[in-house]
């Protein structure tokens, strides 16, 4: 520090002659040259690494002061001597722009960053200092005439450095530096491509050290405007670079916002905004910075599978060859040179550990079927093909067994201008974690903003409550909208596979709000009940690299009273069909949940049921009034109709002794024919016609309203018949059986036995319950059919796949079959492959080796056996109602 001080002191204390006099002493251009290269790094050394502490204030003013006057005087000697094309010497150019710059942004000259007093000492005795030398900068700039294309795009990052400066009238002098660099670039090249890709490099790295604010870049906009204006062959070109700084300075200034914020979402968000933004021009390595920037911020938060997909974005950028990487795409904490193979592979099987965590295996299965691939066919490693293999059977078997619960999403508005820009009147899609309730995540989204208020309306507020000053949440729970698969259509999907599909890959979804129109009957609300239904679009699908999306899209639309019902019955039948099939696939699951479901549908205690549809649409007046809606209210009769076969295989397809009573009563209700009396409940022969689900107000696909287990054969083979052509052969069909009329007497009913007594019901549900059946069982009808049974079974596997048991008894009479029976009323009769409707009394079919799928063995009886099967079919019905008295 000493030797500074003694060479501070001397250069102090010379004059404009000594100066003079002592450049005169060098004998040659080179070894002026030399000097002054010297003493510019010299200089940029000792303001880079002050030999003084920090709190020396005086020092360094001194030292400054000194060699700001330094600085200047070789800039005129450059100006005499080496300035002339002949003379130009760039690289002691290049030093004096770089020392300049270093001296202007050092630390000891920021005064804003001082305290007021102290600010106000230095600038009274010292001057700002950095006024002087950024008017030197730009002055030397101007005079190097053609030589300025030598320092684009070296110079680019420095001089921004110098603009980025918080004092207005630096920035004035020194911003118009840049529109003179492009001037410069295109009359050479015709653009200013290099000064473009510089500048948005360095504005990266200095905004997110701190400097830039919005008046640098409201300054930066006019400037380069008012310069554009002068020179219409650039001006296009000037305001789209324009446009594109602010939009990038705009999400770096929101982006160092937010990275101080506790709330990691908005880091997230923001990192996003700047990642689609490198994205649409084409910078690669600031995109693959970003990458990993958000990938760390998933982890953070255990956010696997949005780490899984941020990462996937790399990898798209990458080949299967063994081909080098270039350095732009090296950043992943890698030391060594990969090929894009290489560094492929490491990033899937990292990538194929998030998505297991995430329980997203339908993605891990995916990659490694690519990885399988590039190891059978490619690079030939079997070793790592049967490791992968193995990967995947474990990821097939967690699919089918490990309980993956639907995330529920949430629609957040946030209203008003106290929201930073990225949020301000936008509406977003949330997918919620697993069992997150909206209170609790409404809770934590008013956490992040404690000033905010919370909005009570679903509806889109209005301009008063957007341009007002503070903050307005809106919260709401969505329906996500499945988007049918064509690989799933008429195909039977199981439960574990399709329930994945409704609430992932989702981009759009549904707000359904009640309102009254009209006159509204008191007893019979469905009558004027109207659907207003809001629908949102995502920019991108859910779940992917955010657990939210922006809503780029919003429409609403008004479902009626006839259209509400039959999206209701919809989807109450879809409920019972996969409940059923969940019974049947697993008989140890408790019944309560079905039992409840079939109680409240034939026992409604709320809104009366579907008995109020009768009274509702199915009346002379409706009709008469609405011509337009037939096809519709033939759609809710079949709905209606089929719930009606949809409820007995219900029942059958489990009962406990502990739900006798409530299973009773709920069979007598269905079997008796207690239903509107304009609804027949089981089909008379008709058309046999594939059902029409392409009404898209459904909300519901083709697929989901077939079964997602397998299809028993008659259901296939109907499932694309043609109107009235049978496409199997008679003996292929059974008969479904007509309950007896509620008037019709039946022989006498012997009294209920006593509560110590055992039934035959319940001693052969005991035993049914023993050989895991699904249907219910009648002990005197096992006799009967016991022998049949054992002459025509069949190996299961067998039943299935031939129509051999089918087909022995060509010469049975016609009878039509069941899929003819139910379709009755019009060509959209669902079908419902799951399993074949059949009532529990058919002969034959109660043999402890059954599938657990209803009627996958059909069993035709010949001329012979028609006696028996009245007889057998009197016994049932006696012995089914016994209870009833």
């Not at 021009?281 to 990458?291: A, D, P, Q, S, T």
Request: glycine content about 4%; proline content about 6%; some cysteine.
């Amino acid at each position: 520090s000493h030797f500074v001080a003694c060479m501070t002191a001397i250069l102090h204390q010379m004059g404009d002659q000594h100066y003079s006099f002592y450049i005169e002493t060098f004998q040659s251009s080179s070894e002026l040259v030399d000097f002054l290269m010297e003493t510019f790094i010299m200089f940029k050394d000792l303001i880079g690494k002050n030999v003084y502490p920090s709190d020396w204030m005086a020092m360094s003013m001194v030292q400054n002061r000194v060699f700001l006057r330094a600085i200047n005087k070789f800039a005129e000697i450059m100006n005499q001597k080496f300035l002339e094309h002949t003379n130009f010497e760039f690289q002691l150019w290049n030093n004096y722009f770089h020392l300049a710059v270093a001296f202007i942004t050092q630390d000891s000259l920021q005064l804003e960053q001082f305290s007021h007093a102290k600010y106000n000492k230095i600038l009274n005795k010292y001057g700002d200092m950095r006024r002087l030398i950024g008017f030197s900068i730009r002055d030397m700039w101007y005079k190097l005439g053609q030589n300025k294309i030598c320092f684009i795009p070296g110079m680019v990052g420095p001089i921004l450095e110098m603009t980025l400066i918080p004092e207005a009238e630096l920035r004035k002098a020194t911003i118009p530096i840049f529109f003179d660099m492009m001037l410069c670039e295109y009359q050479k090249s015709g653009d200013f491509k290099k000064f473009e890709n510089e500048i948005i490099l360095k504005l990266d790295h200095e905004v997110e050290g701190g400097r830039g604010d919005e008046q640098y870049m409201q300054l930066l906009e006019s400037i380069l405007m008012e310069c554009a204006a002068e020179h219409l062959t650039i001006a296009k070109s000037v305001a789209n670079f324009v446009n594109l700084v602010k939009g990038l300075l705009e999400k770096l200034l929101d982006y160092r916002g937010v990275m101080t914020d506790e709330s990691k979402d908005n880091r997230m968000s923001c990192t996003v905004n700047l990642l689609n933004f490198y994205k649409d021009n084409n910078r690669e390595e600031m995109y693959i910075r970003y990458l990993y920037k958000l990938r760390d911020l998933h982890l953070d938060c255990d956010n696997y599978t949005e780490a899984a997909y941020t990462l996937l974005l790399h990898t798209w950028l990458l080949k299967w060859s063994d081909e080098q990487c270039a350095s732009q795409v090296m950043q992943t904490g890698q030391q060594h040179p990969q090929t894009h193979r290489q560094l492929k592979e490491t990033l899937y099987e990292i990538i194929i550990g998030y998505f297991d965590k995430g329980k997203m295996w339908e993605e891990a299965i995916s990659l490694c079927k690519e990885l399988a691939e590039q190891y059978e066919m490619e690079i030939f490693d079997y070793e790592l093909l049967s490791q992968n293999l193995v990967q995947q059977a474990k990821f097939y078997e967690n699919i089918m067994k490990i309980l993956r619960p639907k995330p529920d999403y949430f629609a957040v508005g946030y209203y008003g201008q106290g929201f930073p820009t990225f949020l301000r009147n936008k509406v977003f899609i949330y997918r919620g974690k697993e069992y997150e309730r909206r209170e609790d995540f409404q809770m934590q989204l008013m956490s992040q903003f404690p000033n905010a208020e919370k909005m009570n309306t679903t509806s889109a507020p209005g301009d008063d409550v957007k341009n007002a000053p503070g903050q307005y949440i809106q919260c709401f729970t969505v329906q996500p909208v499945l988007d049918e698969h064509p690989r799933f259509k008429n195909k039977p999907v199981p439960d574990q596979i399709i329930n994945f599909y409704k609430s992932n890959y989702v981009q759009r979804f549904h707000y359904s709000r009640p309102v009254r129109r009209g006159t509204v009957d008191p007893e019979n609300e469905f009558a004027s009940m109207w659907i207003e239904r809001t629908s949102f679009v995502t920019a991108y699908k859910l779940p992917g690299i955010l657990r939210w999306f922006e809503v780029v899209h919003m429409s609403q639309t008004t479902i009626s009273p006839l259209e509400n019902a039959i999206e209701t019955m919809s989807t109450a039948n879809e409920k019972i069909l996969m409940m059923i099939n969940q019974y049947q696939s697993d008989e140890s699951l408790p019944i309560n949940p079905l039992s409840m479901l079939l109680n409240g549908i034939v026992d409604p205690a709320v809104m009366g049921g579907f008995a109020k549809y009768e009274k509702a649409f199915f009346t002379e007046d409706y009709t008469r009034d609405h011509p337009e809606d037939q096809d519709k209210l033939s759609r809710l009769k079949d709905l209606i109709a089929w719930q009606g076969q949809l409820l007995p295989a219900g029942l059958k397809s489990r009962v406990t002794s502990t739900r006798l009573p409530s299973h009773i009563r709920t069979s007598h209700r269905v079997r008796s024919g207690e239903v509107p009396s304009t609804l027949p409940m089981l089909p008379a022969p008709g058309c046999r016609r594939q059902p029409d689900f392409e009404d898209r107000r459904v909300g519901r696909p083709r697929s989901m309203l077939r079964s997602y287990r397998q299809m028993s054969i008659i259901s296939m083979a109907s499932m694309n018949s043609d109107c009235s052509t049978p496409s199997k052969t008679t003996s292929e069909s059974f008969d479904l059986e007509l309950p007896p009329p509620r008037a019709q007497k039946a022989e006498p009913v012997e009294p209920i036995s006593p509560p110590g007594s055992t039934l035959p019901e319940v001693k052969l549900r005991r035993s049914k319950k023993r050989a895991k059946r699904s249907s219910v069982v009648f002990a005197d009808e096992k006799a009967a059919a016991e022998s049949d049974l054992k002459r025509r079974r069949s190996p299961r596997k067998h039943e299935f796949m031939s129509d051999t048991n089918l087909s022995e008894h060509a010469a049975v009479p016609p009878r039509a079959s069941v899929l003819s029976q139910m379709s009755f009323a019009s060509q959209s009769m669902p079908i419902i492959p799951a399993f074949t409707l059949s009532v529990a009394a058919v002969p034959g079919t109660e043999d402890g080796s059954r599938s657990p799928r209803l009627s996958q063995t059909f069993l035709p009886f010949s001329d012979g056996d028609k006696h028996d099967k009245k007889t057998l079919k009197r016994k049932k019905v006696n012995q089914f109602f016994k209870t009833m008295v």
